[in-house]
């Protein structure tokens, strides 16, 4: 059973992706499990990129894990005032991402009272064959 730490946490996440235009227009959820989060992006004809190999964006999988990641630091991060801010991504493309939905987690590898490092990863298929994988750095407290 979920306590109301969990929920509210849950709550703060789907939150953050209402209030998301870009989490919006590609459809992204995310299912909350106590400090888990799985986020999914269900394939869309609009989110192809290259219609000749019919691969997914790369700029909307990038984004994606991004969005990915700032979710996470929301699920385990003491109430934040903000949505935490990028300071900088590494995002690396290895694998085409193929006409199908798409998954996505992140870990939180270092969480300090100013800002939070997140390694995140997104597949299909198969989650031992990452499609794109992202090391992100977010300021998360003072001004």
């Known amino acids: 059973m979920a306590s109301d730490t969990d929920l509210s946490r849950a709550e703060e996440v ?3 992706i209402a209030r ?3 989490a919006q227009e590609i459809g992204m959820r995310c299912e909350v499990m106590g400090d888990e989060m799985t986020a999914i992006v269900p394939f869309q004809e609009k989110l192809i ?3 000749a190999i019919r691969a997914l964006h790369g700029g909307m999988i990038g ?3 991004e969005l990915t990641a700032q979710a996470q630091v929301f699920l385990v991060a003491d109430h934040l005032s903000h949505p935490p801010r ?5 995002i690396d ?3 085409q991402g193929h006409a199908k939905d798409l998954y996505a987690r992140a870990t939180i590898t270092k969480m300090g009272r100013r800002m939070c ?3 995140a990863e997104a597949w299909q298929d198969e989650r ?4 794109t994988t992202l090391l992100a750095h977010f300021m998360v407290g003072g001004d």
């Open 14 to 16: 789907a939150a953050f």
């Open 20 to 22: 998301t235009p870009l």
């Open 49 to 51: 990129g290259n219609v």
């Open 63 to 65: 984004a994606f894990l």
């Open 86 to 90: 990028p300071i900088n991504l590494t």
């Open 93 to 95: 493309y290895l694998r």
């Open 117 to 119: 490092s997140v390694q």
């Open 128 to 131: 031992s064959k990452p499609v």
